[in-house]
C-alpha cells in the first residue's frame, strides 16, 4: 500500500512501491485522504485526490502492476491503521514529507503516525 498526497517524495514512494510489487507479482493499493479538517469545497478535493491516483494507477500500469484505488474522507494522520486493515495490505511505502515538506524534521506527521500505528512494516521514502 501507498498513501500518496501528491508530493515529490510521495511520487517517489509510488515508483518504489509499484516496483516491489512488480516484483513480487502482487496488487498495490494507492491511498489519498482527504482530510476531513480542510475548509475547501469537497469538489475540489474529490477532484484533485482523484487526479494524484489516477495518475499513481497510470505508472502502475504501465509496468503491469495491478493498482486499486482508494480514496476517502477522514484524518491522513489517523486512519492509516484502519486503510491498512481493512485492504490487508502487508507492507506501507510512504514518504518521508509531504506538501508541508519542513525539511528540518526527520518526518512529516502522516508519516510518523503511520509508522507508529500501522501492524505491517513500513518502508519510508525520502
Ligand atoms: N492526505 C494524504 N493521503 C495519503 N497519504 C498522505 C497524505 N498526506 C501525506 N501522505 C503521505 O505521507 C507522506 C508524508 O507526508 P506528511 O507526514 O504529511 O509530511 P508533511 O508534514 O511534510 O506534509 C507523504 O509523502 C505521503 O506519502
Ligand atoms: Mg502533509
Do not use: W
Not at 3 to 14: F, N, Q, R, V, Y
Not at 17 to 27: P, V, Y
Not at 72 to 82: F, Q, R, T, Y
Not at 95 to 113: D, N, P, Q, Y
Amino acid at each position: 500500500m501507498v498513501p500518496t498526497d501528491g508530493s515529490k517524495c510521495s511520487l517517489k514512494a509510488e515508483d518504489i512501491a509499484i516496483s516491489i510489487a512488480k516484483n513480487f507479482k502482487a496488487k498495490l493499493v494507492v491511498v489519498h485522504v482527504i482530510d476531513e479538517k480542510l475548509i475547501y469545497p469537497f469538489e475540489v478535493l474529490e477532484e484533485e485526490g482523484n487526479t494524484i491516483l489516477d495518475e499513481a494507477a497510470r505508472k502502475g500500469k504501465d509496468e503491469g502492476v495491478d493498482v486499486e484505488q482508494v480514496l476517502i474522507v477522514g484524518s491522513p494522520a489517523h486512519d492509516m491503521e484502519k486503510i491498512v486493515e481493512k485492504t490487508g495490505a502487508d507492507l506501507v511505502v510512504i514518504g518521508t514529507h509531504g506538501k508541508t515538506g519542513i525539511r528540518k524534521i526527520l518526518m512529516g506527521s502522516v508519516a510518523e503516525s503511520t509508522v507508529k500505528t500501522v501492524k505491517v512494516p513500513v518502508l519510508l521514502v525520502k
